[in-house]
C-alpha cells in the first residue's frame, strides 16, 4: 500500500524541487558498521549475514518514512513497507537479481529469501526486480571499502535507495562491516540518514525494533 504526498502542504516540497532534475541527485555515504553481535548471532542460529543485514535494514526502514518515500511521474508516495532488491552470485562467476519480500519475522524472511535466492540460482536470466518499493542491494564480500560509487543511466528516474556491504575485518574483539547508502536528496536529507543509520546499527547491536524506534 502506498499514499500520495500532498506537495501544496509538503515541507520538502522546494528541496525536492531542487533536487529531483539534476543529473546526479543522489548523494552517498559510507560507514562502518560494528557487526560483532550480529556475526555471532548467526553464527550460532545458523543463519546468513548477509540475509540478517538485508533484513534489520528494512526494518529501519519501516521506522525511517523518508527512506520509504518513492518518485513516481509527478507525484511522491509514501509505501507502508519497502522490500528488497538484490544482486544474487552464481556458481559460473555471473549474477542474477532476486526480489525479497519483507517481513517483520526474521525466520519468515530468511525462508522466503532463500528459496527466492534458490529460484535465481536455478536460472540464467538477467532479469531485474521492477517496482518502486525496493531497496536496491549488493555486496562486495573481497573489499573493505572506503568509498563506493554504481553504475547509473543520468536519465534514470528511480527514486530507490542503494546500499552495498564489504568485507569484514576484524581487530581484537571488534568486527566491522563497511556499508555504503546512496539516496535520493529529493527525498532524503543527511539527518534522515543519519537516523536510519543508527537505527540500523542498534538492529545489529541486538536491540529490539521497539528500543531502536524511540531511541534518537
Request: with cysteine; hydrophobic share 35%.
Given at each position: 500500500?502506498?499514499n500520495?504526498?500532498?506537495?501544496?502542504?509538503?515541507?520538502?516540497?522546494?528541496?525536492?524541487?531542487?533536487?529531483?532534475?539534476?543529473?546526479?541527485?543522489?548523494?552517498?555515504?559510507?560507514?562502518?558498521?560494528?557487526?560483532?553481535?550480529?556475526?555471532?548471532?548467526?553464527?550460532?542460529?545458523?543463519?546468513?549475514?548477509?540475509?540478517y543485514?538485508i533484513?534489520?535494514?528494512?526494518?529501519?526502514?519501516?521506522?525511517?518514512?523518508?527512506?520509504?518515500?518513492?518518485?513516481?511521474?509527478?507525484?511522491?508516495?509514501?509505501?507502508?513497507?519497502?522490500?528488497?532488491?538484490?544482486?544474487?552470485?552464481?556458481?559460473?562467476?555471473?549474477?542474477?537479481?532476486?526480489?525479497?519480500?519483507?517481513?517483520?519475522?526474521?525466520?519468515?524472511?530468511?525462508?522466503?529469501?532463500?528459496?527466492?535466492?534458490?529460484?535465481?540460482?536455478?536460472?540464467?536470466?538477467?532479469?531485474?526486480?521492477?517496482?518502486?518499493?525496493?531497496?536496491?542491494?549488493?555486496?562486495?564480500?573481497?573489499?573493505?571499502?572506503?568509498?563506493?560509487?554504481?553504475?547509473?543511466?543520468?536519465?534514470?528516474?528511480?527514486?530507490?535507495?542503494?546500499?552495498?556491504?564489504?568485507?569484514?575485518?576484524?581487530?581484537?574483539?571488534?568486527?566491522?562491516?563497511?556499508?555504503?547508502?546512496?539516496?535520493?536528496?529529493?527525498l532524503?536529507?543527511?539527518?534522515?540518514?543519519?537516523?536510519?543509520?543508527?537505527?540500523?546499527?542498534?538492529?545489529?547491536?541486538?536491540?529490539?525494533?521497539?528500543?531502536?524506534?524511540?531511541?534518537q
Open positions: 500500500m502506498k500520495q504526498i500532498d506537495k501544496t502542504s509538503w515541507t520538502r516540497k522546494e528541496h525536492f524541487e531542487l533536487f529531483r532534475n539534476l543529473d546526479e541527485p543522489y548523494f552517498g555515504v559510507c560507514i562502518n558498521i560494528e557487526c560483532g553481535e550480529a556475526l555471532f548471532r548467526c553464527k550460532t542460529d545458523g543463519f546468513s549475514f548477509y540475509l543485514c533484513h534489520n535494514v528494512l526494518l529501519a526502514t519501516d521506522m525511517t518514512a523518508e527512506f520509504r518515500l518513492r518518485i513516481e511521474g509527478e507525484q511522491v508516495y509514501l509505501y507502508d513497507h519497502i522490500h528488497a532488491g538484490t544482486t544474487v552470485p552464481r556458481a559460473n562467476g555471473t549474477f542474477g537479481f532476486a526480489r525479497l519480500p519483507f517481513k517483520r519475522n526474521l525466520n519468515e524472511f530468511l525462508i522466503s529469501a532463500n528459496d527466492a535466492i534458490a529460484e535465481v540460482k536455478s536460472r540464467s536470466d538477467l532479469i531485474r526486480p521492477t517496482g518502486d518499493d525496493l531497496i536496491r542491494f549488493s555486496s562486495i564480500p573481497w573489499l573493505a571499502f572506503t568509498s563506493l560509487s554504481h553504475a547509473h543511466n543520468t536519465g534514470n528516474k528511480e527514486s530507490c535507495p542503494r546500499i552495498t556491504f564489504g568485507k569484514i575485518t576484524s581487530s581484537g574483539n571488534t568486527s566491522q562491516i563497511p556499508m555504503s547508502v546512496h539516496v535520493h536528496h529529493g532524503v536529507d543527511g539527518i534522515h540518514l543519519a537516523n536510519f543509520l543508527d537505527r540500523f546499527q542498534q538492529l545489529m547491536d541486538g536491540h529490539s525494533v521497539q528500543s531502536a524506534q524511540i531511541h
